[in-house]
């Protein structure tokens, strides 16, 4: 804004001391032929600057190609009309104050200075040859005039450079605030991608695995003829699927039906015991599972009642399917800073060095390295005990005071 106002000003200026000139000539010349040649070359000389000046405004707003060749041309168009007039009459060196600002912002540093001194030699000798003697108000106000016409280009030269890095800067930080929310917009996709992942293992996967399992017992007990067990197994079949489409209908809707409270966290896990047992009996690998819990239940933040949740249906999943126990204990106990599961089996164990990091190329694995990155965002921890031979202990604990404070 303030470039602008100093161009505007400057175009103004040469407007106004131009007409000023004439004036002057008109009312001091007494010849008319010189009347007539000063109002010729003034209005040559304004026609000209105002096509300057158009032309300049257009390449600013990006409708003209660049004019910087042109414009010297330009530049000394306008000199040779001003020293002409300059020639004719002393009033026009007032010119030379806006024509020094020009030669500042259109040529190079060294020879806009070459060029302000020599104008400035043109004003004093225009009044020394006017007035026939050399005075020093005719030299000193020239010179003076042409030092403050250079800070002044300085100046605007200064504002200038120091508009164009402004711009410059302001550029590079809205495509780096770009690239910014890009990158957030990768991560929150892949961390959404990934707890999406984890809910449908804990979920989907888990139920779908489980009527796998029912239903091929089912199919081999209709193959013996055993029709009773078979029909007892179709309707484990559709009990499982009625609560896995339960948990989906809460996923989709992406409510906790774990955050109800540390009493109804108690009870889903009682029924997913019974459950599990039910599942297990059903598809030929029955083994009891049984529910404790341990101290005064405490109301729990939605996110840690989800995570031991989780643990429980991942845990129980994995003894119902790999474990080959007669026997399984699902432990939920309440400290004064933590809570805990614990799930035990008397299986065949296995040997923790075995267990993957992450998940595998294949897809498996991922039940364990989901719910220790559940567990990881609450502070949490989860520790497997565990032998060839000697079953297995899946240890989950999470701070309370950690988890509440994530909330």
Known sequence: MVLRVLRVGLHVGFAALLGVGLI????SEPSMARRITAIALTALLAALYLAGTIQEKRHSAGRAPSTVRWAKWWLAGVVVLWLVLLYLHADYSWLAFPLFFLHLHILGHRHSLFAVAMLTAAVVAAGWYHSGSLALPQVL??????????????????????????????DELRATRAALAEEQHRAGTLAERTRLAREIHDTLAQGLSSIVLVSRSASAA?????????????ETIGATASENLAEARDFVADLSSAGDGARSLAGRLRRLCASTERTAVAA???????????????????????????????????????????????????LPDAVTLDIFDDGDGMDTGDIPAKPRADGTGYGLAGLRERLGLLGGSLEIESAPGEGTVLAVRIPLTTAESSL
């Open 284 to 334: 030929g690998r029955g083994f009891d599972v049984a529910f404790r819990q341990d101290g005064t239940a405490t109301p729990l933040p939605a996110e840690v009642a989800a995570a031991l949740w989780r643990a429980a249906q991942s845990g129980l999943a994995n003894v119902a399917a790999h474990a080959h126990a007669s026997r399984a204990v699902l432990s939920l106990g309440y």
């Open 141 to 170: 106000g020239p010179v003076v005039g042409a030092i403050f016409a250079v800070i002044m280009g300085m100046a605007y030269r200064a504002l200038y450079t120091e508009g164009v890095n402004q711009r410059l800067a302001l």
């Open 24 to 27: 002057r000539v008109l009312l």
């Open 222 to 234: 209709l193959a013996a003829g055993d029709t009773q067990a078979a029909a007892e197994r179709l």
